[in-house]
């Protein structure tokens, strides 16, 4: 399904933004996150209004930026969360300079979907 940032800004609207974003903050990645619209949660979730774009540092990991969303998001440590990026599950020593640069929309964003899944039951 397609983003929902896709969704509600247009295509020249987000280029401009990543570009703008990319000319102020050089060593940042912009980053749009979003849950999986097929996840049970995703209403309550989208009700709770959380912040969908991230400036992410060059140097750090993907388990590094995990670890900011989990903090940011208040999600519970009984909860799972599963990142994609194309539909892919991507090591979480993955450097986000390099998921950016093989990843990347043609908007200028890298899109990461997650799911949440309940790990005690």
């Given at each position: 399904m397609p983003s929902l940032y896709k969704k509600n800004t247009t295509l020249d609207e987000r280029k401009l933004k990543s570009q703008?974003?990319?000319e102020i903050y050089p060593n940042r990645i912009p980053v749009i996150v979003e849950m999986a619209q097929s996840?049970?949660?995703?209403t309550s979730f989208i009700e709770q209004k959380h912040k969908v774009k991230y400036l992410v540092p060059?140097?750090?990991?993907m388990g590094q930026f995990v670890k900011i969303l989990r903090d940011k998001m208040k999600i519970h440590e009984s909860k799972a969360l599963f990142f994609f990026i194309h539909n892919k599950l991507f090591p979480m020593s993955c450097p986000m300079?390099?998921?950016?640069?093989?990843?990347?929309?043609?908007?200028?964003?890298?899109?990461i979907e997650f799911c949440e899944e309940s790990t005690f039951g």
């Open positions: 703008k974003l990319k996840s049970s949660n995703y060059n140097e750090i990991a300079s390099t998921l950016y640069d093989e990843y990347k929309d043609e908007d200028g964003f890298l899109y």
